[in-house]
């Protein structure tokens, strides 16, 4: 049974914006994280829950913002000033079970 659900992936042009929703059943907010994966690289992570703020990788960091709304289970990533390497399919992960559990993702193309 999925536990975590990914939405919001499309098509924009460079510059643009774009808000991923991942929802999680069990709402453990601080377990939470976003990654993509492009085609030909391996899976990054691209926003991490911290004990006081989130994580984000030098390529994202300004850009993208990983918010939660607790009352609702829903967590967001807000993805400003897309560039064509942003592209890639983007998963959600809930971190506390052993193992993960990991949505099935959603794709972001970001072309011209």
């Known amino acids: 049974q999925v536990q975590v659900m990914e939405s919001g992936g499309a098509s924009v042009r460079p510059g643009e914006s774009l808000r991923l929703s991942c929802e999680d059943t069990?709402?453990?907010?601080?377990?939470l994280r976003w990654f993509r994966e492009a085609p030909g690289r391996t899976r990054e992570p691209v926003a991490v829950?911290?004990?006081?703020?989130?994580h984000y990788p030098d390529s994202v960091r300004g850009r993208f913002t990983m918010s939660k709304d607790n009352s609702r289970g829903i967590f967001y990533l807000q993805m400003n000033d897309l560039k064509v390497e942003d592209s890639g399919v983007y998963y959600c992960?809930?971190?506390?079970?052993?193992?993960?559990?990991w949505g099935r993702g959603t794709q972001v193309t970001v072309s011209s």
């Open positions: 992960a809930d971190f506390c079970p052993i193992p993960p559990d």
């Open positions: 829950f911290g004990s006081e703020e989130v």
């Open positions: 069990r709402t453990r907010g601080h377990c």
